[in-house]
């Protein structure tokens, strides 16, 4: 998989961040360009992948192996995927809930305000 050539402001593995710009964990790379060969790099998981968007993040990871342990995450740990999408699914629906809520709220708020402004006029 060929590596995408934008830099980024970013040059540290202890700046990449924990969710990428789609929601995503970045995982681990290894560059296949000339110019950077089997170079590591943090990106999203997107990348590249028929049918999803990529966000564009790209980090180079410039520390040593050792660091690199703790944070990598395998593109085929599909656990984790379900996981993080299982979360991310369970905050919509959350933010929905309380939405319709808010609707449902000043629906009735309004209905209330009608109804009175109705009986007012009637009994005038």
Wanted: charged share 20%; with cysteine; aromatic share 10%.
């Amino acid at each position: 998989m060929p590596s995408n050539s934008r830099s980024s402001s970013r040059s540290r593995a202890s700046s990449v961040p924990q969710w990428c710009g789609c929601g995503c964990r970045p995982v681990l790379r290894w560059s296949t360009t000339e110019a950077n060969p089997n170079k590591p790099f943090f990106g999203c998981p997107n990348y590249n992948v028929n049918g999803k968007r990529w966000c564009g993040l790209f980090v180079w990871a410039d520390i040593g192996e050792e660091d690199l342990r703790g944070r990598v995450m395998s593109t085929v740990d599909g656990d984790q995927v379900r996981v993080d999408l299982a979360w991310r699914i369970g905050k919509i629906e959350a933010e929905v809930r309380t939405q319709k809520m808010y609707i449902l709220g000043l629906a009735l708020f309004v209905v209330f305000v009608v109804g009175f402004m109705l009986v007012v006029k009637t009994s005038r």
